[in-house]
């Protein structure tokens, strides 16, 4: 099955900075890619996703990179706000079929004003 | 639609007794997953269907975990007997569709299960 490991497992940053998290996942057949934010106390929520056709994706203050050659992918949050702090997951599966994903531990990330 | 809705919210049980956790997924959507989120493990997919037939529960971690989907508007999750090392939260997701349109799945507000 697919395995995913994400790191680091804790981030702080002052506010402006930018915060990078980065993800590896082991099974080849994977093409969807998305990225939860958790808030403290609260569900999972879809901030962000890549599917295996593309290389980047923006969305404002959030990008994901991704590299199926090395079986990487990346997010980035520019200009960090206070409200960007939250748990953040990855997740790697197939879209096809069952949309069955396995996520990361998770990233604790803390903004610093 | 209100989301996919889980009750109860909070669940505070003794060793020994049975719970169950139920989940109402979004009206439409075909598949249903069961997740349990503790600090060590983070966030572990326990079993999910697909149009309401169990297709995977490798990850329900004991015989005393188990899982039903009736029909497509609910499904129920239950522990027994229960043990404190099973406290944990326990989310219910759902999703819809497949290839390019697949795959964002919405998650419930969770369970938080406390075994004393």
């Known amino acids: 099955g697919e395995n995913v490991e994400q790191h680091p497992s804790t981030l702080s940053v002052q506010e402006g900075d930018s915060a990078v998290i980065k993800c590896t996942y082991s099974?080849?057949?994977?093409?969807?890619f998305p990225w939860y934010k958790q808030e403290l106390g609260k569900r999972p929520q879809l901030i962000i996703d890549?599917?295996?056709?593309?290389g980047e994706k923006k969305d404002q203050r959030i990008a994901v990179t991704l590299n199926k050659t090395a079986k990487h992918f990346s997010l980035h949050i520019t200009e960090t706000q206070p409200e960007d702090s939250a748990v953040y997951f990855c997740?790697?599966?197939?879209?096809?079929?069952?949309?069955?994903?396995?996520f990361g531990i998770g990233t604790k990330l803390q903004v610093i004003p | 639609d209100a989301g996919v809705i889980q009750s109860p919210r909070h669940e505070v049980t003794e060793m020994g007794q049975e719970v169950t956790l139920r989940c109402k997924p979004i009206?439409?959507?075909?598949?249903l997953f069961w997740y349990r989120q503790t600090m060590m493990r983070g966030l572990e997919l326990l079993i999910y269907?697909?149009?309401?037939?169990?297709?995977?529960d490798s990850g329900m971690p004991e015989d005393r975990f188990s899982a039903k989907m009736p029909n497509a508007s609910f499904s129920t999750l239950k522990i027994q007997p229960s043990e404190p090392r099973d406290s944990a939260v326990y989310f219910c997701?759902?999703?819809?569709?497949?290839?390019?349109?697949?795959?964002?799945?919405?998650f419930g507000q969770g369970t938080r299960l406390t075994v004393v």
């Open positions: 997701a759902s999703s819809l569709g497949s290839g390019q349109l697949g795959g964002e799945a919405f």
């Open positions: 099974d080849s057949a994977s093409n969807y």
């Open positions: 890549i599917r295996s056709n593309v």
């Open positions: 997740a790697a599966g197939n879209s096809g079929g069952y949309q069955k994903v396995t």
């Open positions: 009206s439409g959507h075909n598949s």
């Open positions: 269907f697909n149009n309401n037939v169990p297709i995977d």
